[in-house]
């Protein structure tokens, strides 16, 4: 059970969320903050200018609203805004979504009635996931139309998922005895004005690319114990004089999956305590770089990553819509706490540094694949005849193609501000826009290192090193060969790459690196 309310939601909380089974509960406390503050709001906004309670929205604040109609106007702005296009969201990006809005409504500043809280957390309970769409809004009165898409389902209207399929709310509701949330007060701008649809998004990316990097650790240990690389460049003696969190943990997640490999060489015993006669040595010296510096590539990715983090939990936590009203202080605040920039700029690092890990494994596969480089492995190794099948080159293809929407995908949205609504909002963040296209740079990113994961079991078979492998690698190998058999014969590979796709994302999620 994951309470909400009084306490701060964590990067783990979500995860337990969305693919642990788990449930939520609202705090006592905070509920009854949550009643006070909209109770407090209703008295004080008698006879006072207050920003999308008795007045227009945007350019049009100008505007008073009458008593009258102050209900109808937070049912306007709802479905107004109920205008975005493209793909929904998967069930967990809306339930992300749907977590970070009642986090954020249950910090007792927005001025909802309690209702609203209470209907999110029963949807969540009940696994139906509002109908929210990709494009939409421009991040800095915040991801409105994304947001507008939950409220109209919260307000009985559209389509929500359940079990994978878009339903009629109205059919859903009816079925699961559910009341539909009435308009009190402000409950439209309460309910869009914020960041929780870039910051569930978020929420999803760094659990994923947590995933990922751990995946990014394991390949790379394997592929340098299968080309029999000295350990000094994972060592804890190397990497400690370098004064960086990421690069000692990373050597440390190496050092673990190769601890008792008995591929991996120790410099001393072939260069150190031998004499040399050779004019030119048979050893490598030195690895190239995509195998000797892991851990100063990978390191820098591990750091963002806590930053990252860091930026998402406090904005997850923190009230993020406009205006905030402080009943204990007796006052209303107008600012602009929905505007995204620390969650666009966070999404940009993030994609930044997964696109370099992406270029790491593809190059660890090129080396892998090229018999030139390693002078190990046959052309692409290729295990049937050469000349005649072609082993993995199709698949490094596609890992080529991939890293290279990846590195164009890289370009920070953080920059992309366009001003619009009337000059209003003159300078904006994009930040559900750089989260979305974070999660593509993520989900492009397993499937070039599920061909690196290809490439390393097929080495395998080839060397025939198993009885020298690490109990670690071992363990992948014969997981692997468990659900794919090797590349022989030339036939189409697509499903067998989707299989061990979703292989390497749960691989990555038994593996933190902490």
Do not use: W
């Not at 029999?228 to 997640?253: P, R, T, W, Y």
């Not at 997981?479 to 390497?504: C, S």
Request: one cysteine or more.
């Amino acid at each position: 059970m994951i309470t909400v309310g009084n306490r701060k939601l964590s990067v783990d909380d979500f995860e337990k969320l969305l693919y642990q089974g788990g449930k939520v509960e609202l705090d006592k406390t905070a509920r009854d903050r949550v009643k006070v503050n909209y109770e407090f709001l209703q008295n004080y906004a008698q006879n006072k200018v207050i920003y999308g309670i008795n007045t227009g929205f945007g350019p049009m604040a100008q505007y008073k609203i009458s008593e009258e109609d102050q209900r109808q106007l937070q049912f306007n702005l709802i479905r107004s805004h109920s205008a975005g296009s493209g793909q929904p969201f998967t069930e967990e990006l809306s339930r992300a979504t749907m977590l970070a809005r009642l986090n954020s409504l249950m910090q007792g500043v927005s001025g909802v009635h309690v209702d609203a809280a209470d209907l999110i957390s029963e949807l969540l309970n009940k696994k139906i996931s509002a109908c929210i769409f990709e494009r939409g809004g421009v991040g800095a009165s915040g991801d409105l139309v994304q947001l507008a898409h939950l409220a109209l389902n919260l307000i009985g209207e559209g389509e929500v998922l359940v079990d994978g399929k878009l339903q009629s709310v109205k059919e859903v509701y009816t079925a699961h005895n559910i009341k539909p949330l009435d308009i009190y007060l402000r409950e439209g701008l309460g309910l869009m004005n914020g960041t929780s649809a870039m910051t569930g998004v978020g929420m999803v990316n760094i659990i994923q690319a947590k995933r990922l990097l751990s995946c990014a650790t394991i390949l790379s240990a394997i592929t340098n114990e299968l080309m029999k690389s000295f350990d000094d460049h994972f060592s804890e003696e190397l990497n400690h004089v370098k004064l960086h969190v990421g690069q000692s943990k990373i050597a440390a997640g190496i050092r673990h999956v190769l601890s008792d490999s008995k591929l991996v060489r120790k410099r001393p015993e072939h260069l150190y305590h031998r004499k040399i006669v050779e004019a030119v040595f048979t050893d490598k010296v030195q690895e190239y770089y995509s195998l000797r510096c892991v851990p100063q590539i990978l390191g820098p990715v591990y750091d963002t990553l806590a930053e990252v983090q860091r930026v998402l939990e406090d904005e997850v936590n923190s009230a993020n819509d406009n205006p905030v009203i402080d009943h204990e202080r007796e006052m209303v605040y107008h600012g602009g706490n929905f505007h995204g920039d620390y969650v666009s700029l966070a999404m940009d690092k993030l994609k930044i540094v997964i696109t370099k890990l992406t270029m790491l494994s593809e190059r660890q596969l090129n080396y892998l694949l090229n018999d030139k480089l390693n002078q190990k492995l046959p052309p692409f190794i290729n295990l049937g005849t050469l000349g005649l099948n072609f082993g993995l080159q199709g698949m490094q293809f596609m890992a080529t193609s991939t890293t290279a929407e990846n590195q164009t995908l890289s370009f920070p949205m953080y920059l992309h501000s366009i001003s619009n609504n009337n000059d209003n909002q003159d300078i904006v963040s994009m930040g559900c826009n750089a989260a979305l296209m974070t999660k593509r740079v993520i989900d492009n990113s397993f499937d070039v290192l599920t061909i690196q994961l290809f490439a390393v079991v097929q080495a395998i078979d080839y060397l025939k090193c198993q009885a020298r492998l690490s109990t670690f690698t071992t363990k992948v190998y014969e997981e692997f060969r468990a659900l794919v058999g090797p590349v022989l014969e030339d036939k189409p590979r697509y499903n067998d790459i989707q299989i061990i796709r979703k292989y390497l994302v749960n691989l990555g999620a038994s593996f933190p690196i902490n």
